[in-house]
C-alpha cells in the first residue's frame, strides 16, 4: 500500500509539472494546478518519511522500542538507504521549488526539472540498481519509464482534477479552453507514452529474460500491468483521434471526453497497484542459473523484493533489554531481513 502512494504521489508531482505547459494559456486553471502540485509534493515528502519508517518497523521493531540508532543502520549500512537518502534529498528539493513556483509561474522550468530527477530516483531502490552487471541499463530504463508514466497518467489526472466543476457542455468558453489544454497536451502525452514502451520494453526484458518467465507470478503480474497500460494507451487514441477533433464546438464531446479520460487514469491506477504487487514478488530465475545465483530470499531485486543483509556492530546493552547503542559493552550481531519497497 505505501508503495502504490509512493509512485501515485511521484505521478501527481511529475504531472503537475507536463499539465503546466498544457495548461499555461488557459488562465482559469493554473493557479489551481500549482496548488495541487504543492499538496502533492508534501504528500510525497510524508510518504518517504514514511518508507523508511516502515523500513526500520521491519528491520527492528516488534521485540524492541524502536530508536533513532535503528534508523541511522537502515540509512548508513544498507544499500537501500543509501538509495533512500538520495530520493529524500530530491523530494525535499522539489517540495521547495514547487513552493515557489506557486508564486511565481516562471519557476516551472525548474519544478519539472526537480520532479523529473525525483522520479529518476525511484531506480535507486529497486530491482534496477540490485541488477550490477547491468545497472548502466536498468537504472536509466527504470527512471525514464516512472518520469514518462507521470508525464502522461500523472498530468492527465491533474487536468482533470483542476478543470473539474466546469459545465463544459453549456459553458462555450470554458469548452474552448479545455480544447486548448487537451491540444498542448496530446504532444506530451504520444511521447511520454512512445518513451515509456521503449524504456518499459527493456526494463521487462532484463527483469523477466524470456517468455517462459511471463509464467512465474512477477511475470503474471507484469504481464496484468501491461495490459493495464495498454488499456490506458486506447482510451488515450481514443480522445486524441476521435473526440479532441470535436471538443471545441460540441458539448457532448467535451463529456465523452472526460469520461474516457477517468477511465484512462482508473487504468493506470490499476497500473500501479500492480507495479507496487511486483515489488513484492521475486523475479523469475534466469534459465541455466541456480537459486545460489539469484540472491536468496530475494530472487534478484532490491527493493522491490527482499534482501538478507547482516549488520556486524558492537552494541551495548543496559538493564532489562535498554539499548545503549554506541557503548562497546557487548556486541550483537543482528541479521535482519528487510523488505526494501515497503
Known amino acids: 500500500m505505501l508503495t502504490w502512494a509512493w509512485y501515485t504521489a511521484i505521478l501527481l508531482v511529475v504531472g503537475s509539472t507536463s499539465a503546466a505547459y498544457a495548461c499555461a494559456n488557459a488562465p482559469r486553471w493554473p493557479r489551481r494546478l500549482t496548488a495541487v502540485a504543492l499538496f502533492s509534493s508534501l504528500l510525497l515528502l510524508l510518504i518517504v518519511g ?31 538507504g543509501g538509495g533512500w537518502l538520495w530520493q ?43 541488477m550490477a552487471d547491468q545497472v548502466w541499463i536498468t537504472v536509466p530504463a527504470h527512471g525514464v519509464h516512472v518520469i514518462a508514466a507521470g508525464w502522461w497518467i500523472g498530468a492527465l489526472a491533474i487536468i482533470m482534477l483542476v478543470t473539474a466543476g466546469s459545465d463544459f457542455e453549456r459553458d462555450t468558453p470554458a469548452r474552448v479552453a479545455l480544447a486548448g489544454v487537451i491540444d498542448r497536451f496530446s ?82 491506477v490499476v497500473a500501479l497497484i500492480l507495479t507496487a504487487l511486483v515489488g513484492t514478488l521475486s523475479m523469475p530465475e534466469p534459465a541455466g542459473e541456480s537459486s545460489h545465483t539469484v540472491a536468496a530470499s530475494r530472487g534478484s531485486g532490491f527493493d522491490d523484493g527482499f534482501e538478507a543483509f547482516e549488520v556486524g556492530a558492537e552494541r551495548g546493552l543496559h538493564g532489562a533489554g535498554h539499548h545503549a547503542l554506541g557503548e562497546k559493552t557487548q556486541s550483537l550481531q543482528l541479521t535482519r531481513v528487510v523488505n526494501l519497497d515497503a
Not at 516502515?54 to 533513532?68: I, V
Not at 506557486?102 to 531506480?123: G, N, V
Request: glycine share 10%; charged share 10%; aromatic share 10%.
Open 50 to 80: 514514511a518508507r523508511l519508517w516502515s523500513q526500520t518497523y521491519d528491520a527492528f521493531g516488534g521485540d524492541q522500542p524502536l530508536e533513532l540508532a535503528h534508523a541511522r543502520v537502515i540509512l548508513f549500512e544498507t544499500p537501500w
Open 88 to 130: 529524500a534529498g530530491a523530494t525535499a528539493l522539489t517540495c521547495l521549488v514547487v513552493m515557489a513556483w506557486r508564486w511565481r509561474w516562471s519557476l516551472w522550468p525548474m519544478a519539472a526539472l526537480c520532479a523529473s530527477a525525483t522520479a529518476f530516483t525511484t531506480a535507486l531502490t529497486g530491482h534496477a540498481v540490485g
Open 187 to 268: 504532444p506530451i502525452a504520444i511521447g511520454a507514452v512512445t518513451t515509456l514502451l521503449i524504456a518499459g520494453s527493456v526494463a521487462t526484458w532484463q527483469h523477466v529474460g524470456s517468455v517462459a518467465g511471463f509464467a512465474s507470478p512477477y511475470g503474471l503480474a507484469l504481464a496484468g500491468k501491461i495490459a493495464a497500460f495498454c488499456g490506458a494507451g486506447l482510451c488515450g487514441l481514443y480522445n486524441w483521434r476521435v473526440l479532441r477533433p470535436q471538443l471545441s464546438s460540441s458539448g457532448d464531446a467535451a463529456r465523452q471526453l472526460r469520461t474516457m479520460a477517468w477511465l484512462e487514469v482508473s487504468l493506470g
